[in-house]
């Protein structure tokens, strides 16, 4: 159960921040813009899990990362890689506005989860009873919290290419920007996407887009423990 606070004067937003937790401002909106290519699953799954940060526990959840049951813009992306032969190609940009951490120690549990605790500790399970309540038990709160959550704007373009022709494009070295070899490329992209997180998504050009981001911020990353 969180109380909410406001800002201390010279914070970068108007708005309540939750006790406890603090508040990191990143000056003038900080913009990265970068390109990736997706042609299998494997750099699917790579691409999906940077959204989002395990630290030492990374490799032991790594195999949640794009999980084909859990979400339609996956089975979206798979359909194109596997049944259309498709390479993606994705730009994005990111707008870092603020970073909210939280400090531990003074956080405190919530009454469902204080609930269940209570609640075992008045019942007598033997070691098969206590194992399926661990499992309900995880089931219900998981196994990890979020701590830190960086906020801000995300903008993605994402073309979708024949594999083959991506691969002939490139040992034919088109990798140059003139307008000829860009008309060419585009010519052959068969499908597109593009997509917003935050800011006011009814602007159309980025550079607008991007001064609309501090007043509606949308998580971009975050960080599990």
């Known amino acids: 159960n969180l109380t909410y606070s406001k800002p201390t004067y010279g914070s970068c937003t108007t708005k309540q921040i939750p006790d406890f937790v603090e508040l990191h401002c990143i000056p003038n909106s900080d913009l990265t813009i970068a390109t990736e290519t997706i042609s299998t699953l494997k750099e699917l799954s790579e691409s999906t ?64 989860f204080r609930y269940i605790i209570d609640k075992l500790d008045n019942v007598n399970l033997n070691e098969e009873d206590l194992d399926e309540f661990i499992s309900i038990f995880i089931d219900y709160f998981g196994i990890t919290f979020v701590n830190e959550v960086l906020l801000g704007g995300l903008a993605t373009e994402t073309l979708f290419k024949q594999t083959k022709e991506i691969i002939e494009q490139q040992l034919n070295g088109q990798a140059s920007y003139n307008k000829t070899q860009y008309d060419q490329f585009m010519s ?21 887009w991007i001064k609309t981001v501090p007043s509606n911020p949308a998580i971009v990353n975050f960080a599990i423990k």
């Open 49 to 112: 899990s940077k959204g989002w940060s395990l630290g030492v526990q990374e490799i032991k959840y790594k195999m949640f990362s794009a999980g084909y049951a859990y979400s339609s813009e996956t089975h979206f992306m798979v359909d194109q890689l596997l049944r259309y032969n498709r390479t993606a190609i994705r730009t994005t940009g990111v707008v870092t506005y603020g970073k909210l951490s939280m400090f531990e120690p003074r956080m405190e549990l919530s009454d469902n």
């Open 188 to 208: 052959t992209v068969e499908t597109s996407r593009t997509a917003k997180l935050g800011g006011d998504l009814s602007v159309k050009t980025l550079y607008e």
